[in-house]
């Protein structure tokens, strides 16, 4: 019997695999027939949406308000507040969510330089000046694999669980919520209805991959101890070969100046403060360096697990995850005063929003590196210096430093404390 349920399993396993590389060679496959057509359709539909005075229409002022909830600016202080509420296998994969569409569309923008509705033509205005290549569109791809995630990662906790009504009220929302985000980049716009539709697509099969090919179950805590175990070099070998793989095709897939330098006249009338490695195939490439930040994630969880909990798996469970019965639970944002197991995010309320003050506070010390450089410099110095290493020293903080200075600051729960003087 424990074979056949392993077979099983497995064949399960592997249907799911080609399900998804299915899906994937479907969409690479239809995106060039749909491209042109619907890109064509995007130009007139833009100016129609848009009207004679844009700046003045209700509808561009609701598009604006709700293309920010597709933004960076949103997905960080979402991303603070599950890492300060959620088990750590939760706030890892939320972060993985969206750090995989970042590098699929930075490499994948390089590869299309399919340009912008507003890039070629003058009379569509622009709202938000974001001048690299559109295809796909990142804030599409973004959306629909983060707030699909943040979804399951809610849902998965025994207050909702078991409430198929509320589960399916929430997705409905979450979807509605994606839809009208890529809509507002088409009426902004920033994207056409087929970099948005490709966007979307390609979000919902990193959802599809990350819970259903490598079937993540962000309450259990054994699952999670793979990538405990995973070897070091090899992790950061496979990081290195992404990099120079999106390098190559960098340096290697310039397109012809002149379409370029017709591209660059609507830019310079519309987005005339725009630094040069913000647009084209640079933004792509400055972009990839968000991507790298999984590396301090990574080491992060490392160090907490060999230097906190001195490689005491058991103990590093007990303070990552709620042990008590049943053995997979934890709550999102739901459980406010002390709790009886050993758990870093349940706190009461006072020092959760203390500890929220405290993270936000700590982050923004550790993004120093981001405003000794200008966008402007050598796009070596922009890669490295406001990117790539204040993301890794950010990620590495969220997963390590922050949580040994909140503990020394007796920011988490109370019961931890028996636990911490005995390793």
């Excluded at 392993?6 to 998804?20: A, P």
């Excluded at 399916?168 to 507002?184: E, H, K, Q, R």
């Excluded at 793979?226 to 070969?241: A, G, H, T």
């Amino acid at each position: 019997m424990y074979i056949d349920s392993n077979i099983r399993k497995k064949k399960r396993s592997n249907s799911k695999w080609l399900i998804f590389i299915f899906y994937m060679i479907f969409i690479f496959t239809i995106e060039p027939f749909f491209r042109q057509p619907l890109y064509d359709i995007s130009e007139q539909l833009i100016l129609d949406i848009q009207g004679s005075d844009p700046k003045n229409s209700f509808l561009i002022n609701c598009a604006e308000l709700i293309s920010h909830i597709g933004s960076n600016f949103l997905f960080v202080p979402i991303l603070i507040i599950v890492y300060n509420y959620a088990n750590i296998y939760k706030a890892y994969t939320l972060l993985l969510s969206l750090l995989i569409p970042i590098g699929g569309y930075s490499i994948l923008k390089v590869i299309y330089v399919s340009p912008r509705p507003f890039f070629k033509n003058e009379n569509i205005q622009i709202f938000g000046c974001e001048c690299g290549w559109g295809n796909p569109s990142g804030r599409s791809f973004n959306s629909m694999a983060f707030f699909l995630t943040l979804w399951k990662i809610m849902i998965d906790c025994k207050q909702i669980r078991d409430k198929k009504l509320v589960k399916f009220i929430f997705l409905i929302f979450t979807c509605l919520l994606v839809i009208l985000i890529m809509f507002s980049c088409i009426i902004l716009g920033s994207s056409s209805i087929n970099q948005v539709l490709f966007g979307g697509l390609l979000g919902l099969g990193v959802y599809f991959f990350l819970f259903y090919v490598l079937c993540i179950r962000p309450n259990d805590h054994r699952q999670f101890s793979v990538i405990l175990n995973f070897r070091n070099i090899i992790y950061f070998i496979l990081n290195l070969i992404i990099f120079l793989f999106v390098f190559i095709i960098f340096k290697f897939n310039q397109i012809n100046g002149d379409i370029q330098s017709e591209f660059e006249k609507n830019i310079s009338a519309k987005c005339p403060d725009t630094p040069e490695n913000l647009r084209f195939h640079k933004e792509a490439l400055v972009n990839f360096g968000i991507f790298l930040s999984n590396i301090g994630a990574f080491v992060g969880i490392k160090f907490d697990y060999f230097f906190s909990f001195r490689e005491n798996l058991e103990n590093w469970y007990q303070y990552n995850f709620e042990l008590s019965e049943p053995k997979d639970d934890s709550s999102l944002m739901t459980k406010i005063t002390l709790n009886r197991e050993t758990q870093w995010n349940h706190t009461n309320i006072f020092y959760s929003i203390l500890r929220l003050f405290l993270i936000i506070l700590f982050s923004s010390v550790m993004m120093f590196p981001y405003f000794f450089f200008d966008w402007n410099d050598n796009i070596a110095l922009v890669f490295i210096f406001k990117l790539v290493l204040p993301t890794n020293m950010l990620a590495f903080c969220y997963f390590y430093l922050f949580k040994v200075l909140l503990k020394s600051l007796k920011m988490v729960n109370l019961s931890m404390y028996s636990l911490s003087e005995s390793i």
